[in-house]
């Protein structure tokens, strides 16, 4: 029976976890790609203006997370996790899609860009659902001394996404592609790799068990899902805001902004840029679980003020640091050593929020808060650190960082591990 067991957890924690990796593989390839794609949409001159117009719509996306992270929360706590996922990562293939066939500004002028709006809103609903139910599946999956190792691989996968699509870029920079190529048409092809990846997450997802933490909310046959009963928890909510708020920024800082800012400001040619990001990334993602299992060791509060702390104390030397590198390996080494500090909130912030929360309002209450906080602070971290570059003050857009983390690590101080007061030990796990 316990290897019966052992086998069906593992098979979920797998099935979750790539079809975790193929929506986020949608979500960074924008990012990744915004270097070459900026000017088919936005024409012009100005190349940090062009980046910035492109940031806009990534941030915009973001706008509709908070409105992902109802809709899928209500339908993950109401209907089941799985049917969620699945109808999540299928809003995300749509948006890849269509982006891979949008035309361009010079063939049908400023309805291209409101193409690619609409494509982003699109991944923003679908993504913002993402987070808070696959981390509400996989904390109710996992055994109660490995809930730290096993929530960790969202982010695992999460990074994955990313380094596939930068796998996937330094690919077509060095091998089968020429610069002009991209330029013209070659920023087309993850979009059509990112939909046709969707297939794959979707077949993973159909087959999912479904938790027993929900089955049994089911047969108990109580009200579930509904911001009314959400609201019954208010210290919780604020939690998961201000924990978020510190690392979201870091995060989108050193992951998703950090490529342009190699090219943009520091002067890196854009291949270089792309290998630095993939290669740092790679390691970050490998250090998720140790922290993860960390964390099963010695609690989940000490990560997060290690975190709070080395951030609030290291961001602006290391960026100011970062800024003026002349070799491509340093600039290596002071990215890792960001992201290692990084780790602390990254790889166990999906299990602290699902452990505040009841199981009949854990999706909503994991996804509808953090989908808020992200929106606004995760989501313009890099519009405002290139209109800080714009208007010739880009160092504080370090210090806005620093703020940041700093109110964030005064809640980790304030607040209990949530380990020792689990809601997820009063139920079922697997």
Known sequence: MSSTISRRRLRAIIGGSI?????????????????????????????TLQLLNTAAIFA?????RPLGGYVFGFIGDRFGRKKSMTL??????????????????????VIAPIVLLIARLLQGLSVGGEYGVSATYLSEMATPDRRGFYSSFQYVTLIGGQLIALGIQLLLQKLLLSEEDLFMWGWRIPFFIGAVLAVVALYLRQHLDETRAFKQQELLQE??????????????ILTVIGL???????????????????????????????????????I??????????????IGRKPLLLA?????????????????????????????????????????????????????????????????????????????????????????????YITICIACSLFVYLGMQDTMRRSQLNNEPNG
Request: charged share 10%.
């Open 307 to 399: 975190f709070g702390a080395l951030g609030t104390l290291f961001t602006v030397p290391l960026l100011n640091a970062l800024q003026h590198v002349e070799d491509k390996w340093q600039a290596f080494w002071l990215i890792l050593l960001a992201l290692i500090i990084v780790s602390g909130y990254t790889s166990i912030n999906a299990i602290v929020k699902a452990e505040l929360f009841p199981a009949k309002i854990r999706a909503l209450g994991v996804g509808l808060p953090y989908a808020l906080t992200v929106a606004v602070f995760g989501g313009s971290a890099e519009y405002i650190a290139l209109w800080f570059k714009d208007i010739g003050h880009e160092n504080y857009f370090y210090w």
């Open 244 to 282: 978020t708020l510190g690392g979201t920024l870091a995060f989108y800082t050193y992951s998703t902004y950090m490529q342009k800012f190699l090219v943009n400001t520091v002067g890196l040619v854009n291949a270089d840029a792309t290998l630095i990001t993939f290669l740092a990334l790679l």
């Open 284 to 297: 970050f993602a490998g250090l998720q679980p140790i922290f993860g299992l960390l964390s099963d060791k």
């Open 88 to 109: 999540s990562v299928l809003l995300m293939s749509l948006g890849s899609l269509i982006i891979a066939c949008s035309p361009t500004y010079n063939q049908i002028g």
């Open 60 to 64: 915009v996306g973001f706008l509709m």
């Open 223 to 236: 009200k579930k899902g509904s911001l009314q009963l959400l609201i019954q928890h208010p210290k919780e």
């Open 19 to 47: 079809g975790n990796l193929v929506e986020w593989y949608d979500w960074y390839a924008y990012s990744a790609f915004t270097i070459y794609f900026s000017a088919s949409f936005f024409p012009g001159d100005n190349r």
